[in-house]
């Protein structure tokens, strides 16, 4: 028997109404472990090939891993995969908060919805107590507004909700879906739940989770959380101080990433906000640090307005990447994006990308509708956020379907400084400052997104000569922590616990979580075999609709010819030679084909997956 698992998945369907309880394969949690790893192969089994996004045969699937519901440290995280509107690729956003612990409370590992209804509706789940309601007097609320209705029709604040704002209604391809204060943001998949007319999900539950060893995860929990309350960067400043981190290391974007030194950072970090806008720390289920801080501006035209940070990838993308140093106005640019449901990443480098077309004079005033949308403009900012959000006139219609599509309408040239890796827009940690990362976004199942590999863990410890100036050891380095973060997305634990749980590669803690949850003590190697088998399946999925090496070969034309100008870092850029043999390098130690990138008939028996050798 496996603990720490409810072996139940809820599947509900929008076109029919149906409303089914299956149980999960024990050889798919032992297989897979749950979160990404579970969600994939649920997603290998149902959703088409080359199904369009946007349709009734595409799939939501809401999924939790053993640890969510236990006292597990950093257990406070959840999965939303689909396939992206805005990458047209399987796709995992991963999100914060109490979800995933009130649906496992619930009994449920997973939620497949699937179909698409012709009226809006949202899903309550109150234990075994599921069914659809009427949304039709919610649509059109913003995020915020949302879950209050949604607790107030249901008469119990302790019903956790999931939902979208009027931009995953408008079909906005960089569209979050929100939960609380927090949003599973990257890869528009709200935009996939208002296609279906679904405006949200609600659970309670009043169940529990039964873990193997209650009294050695006590313990655990004990020993992890004194570690992270005396690491004082997490617990003072969250992400708010990375600002100033990566600025010093010289791989800030900023302008769009024409330069990697903003002279505007420190005004906006965590250093200097904290002290002065902090209200409060807030934390996500069974989590000892409380990284969220909620700030509150005290004066002039945005006084009395708070948002949940704004976290570093929010400095970065509203603030350096668009030039804007003035806090207040980067508050109430992540507040606009929040209560539409927007990803503040994705919006804050579309912004970063149409200003830098205005002043090329590629994007013209009659265009941009009297928007200046010169750098460091932040009124012109939040306006056509805005405009984004509700997919209103020309431009904002444009950027509502992200850099790479509005990149290649646009043309001129404005392609080559469209950031984005396989459609996502690029997270704020440098491919020229750190080069593992033109790797790391061009090999990621999902492109732009910091989670996909996180090398910069380690590389940001690294002189500037091996961060930024070599190639060695990049690939292997690449391939490890792609392996953790399979292991850690399947658990689904929180990123800030990697350095406590194994930063490089899965290790012997990652068998002490699983082995204290579930009963079941799988050795590191075996772990590691597992982790292989998610990636090599996500690869398979890959492939199968389609995107081979041909796609892992198009980094944004800046970072190959283009060096960082000045700073820490100047000079630092990845050749198109240097990524070419760091490429072909990982596809040979993945065991995929040098050329092709597509995994090899013998990796796929070796981890069990030959049911997916394509025919």
Known sequence: MLYGYLRRVLKVNLTTRSIIKEEVPESYLRGYLGGLGLGARLYYDLVPWNVEPLSSENVVILVTGPVQGTLIPGSGRGLIISKSPLTNRFFSSNFGGYFTRELKEAGYDAVVISGKSDEPLYLKI??????????????????YEVQDAIKDELGDRKFQVLCIGPSGENLVRISAVIHDIRAAGRGGIAAVFGFKKLKAVAVRGSGRVEVAYPDEILKFFIEISKKARNHPFLVRYGTTAVMETVNKLGGLGTRNW??????????????????????????????????????QIREGKYAGMWVKGPEYET??????????????????????????????????????????????????????????????????????????????????????????????????GSQYFAMHFKGLELAGHSPRAVKAWTLGYSVGWRGGSHHDARPHDIEYANPVEVRAFSIDGKPELIRDTTLRVMVEESLITCRFFGGYYGVRTPGET??????????????????????????????????????????????????????????????????????????????????????SGVPKEEKLKELDLDFTLLK
């Open 126 to 143: 109150d234990d075994g107590d599921v069914e659809l309601r009427s949304a039709s007097k919610i649509w059109g609320m913003n995020a």
């Open 258 to 295: 024409q330069s990697e030194v903003f002279e505007g950072a420190s005004r906006i970090s965590g250093q200097t906000t904290i002290p002065k806008h902090k209200v409060k720390d807030v934390a996500c289920a069974f989590c000892p640090i409380g990284c969220t801080k909620i700030q």
């Open 315 to 412: 400095l970065y993308s509203l603030g350096s990447m668009t030039g804007v140093d003035d806090f207040p106005t980067v508050v109430a640019a992540a507040r606009k994006c929040d209560e539409l449901g927007l990803d503040t990443i994705s919006a804050g480098v579309v912004v970063a990308f149409a200003m830098e077309a205005y002043e090329k004079g590629i994007l013209t005033a009659e265009e941009c509708d009297g928007l200046k949308l010169n750098f460091g403009n932040g009124d012109a900012m939040i306006e056509l956020i805005d405009r984004i959000g509700l997919r209103k006139g020309w431009l904002g219609n444009l950027l509502a379907e992200g850099v790479a599509r509005a990149s290649s309408i646009i043309g001129c």
């Open 510 to 595: 990652h068998s002490k979580i699983i082995k204290f949850v579930t009963g079941w003590e799988p050795s590191v190697s075996e772990i590691t075999k597992i982790a292989e088998r998610i990636r090599n399946l996500i690869r398979v999925i890959e492939v199968r609709e389609g995107f081979d090496s041909k796609a892992d070969k198009n980094p944004p034309l800046r970072v190959l010819y283009e060096p960082i100008p000045d700073g820490p870092s100047k000079g630092a850029h990845t050749s198109p030679k240097e990524f070419k043999a760091m490429l072909r390098k990982f596809y040979e130690i993945m065991g995929w084909d040098p050329d």
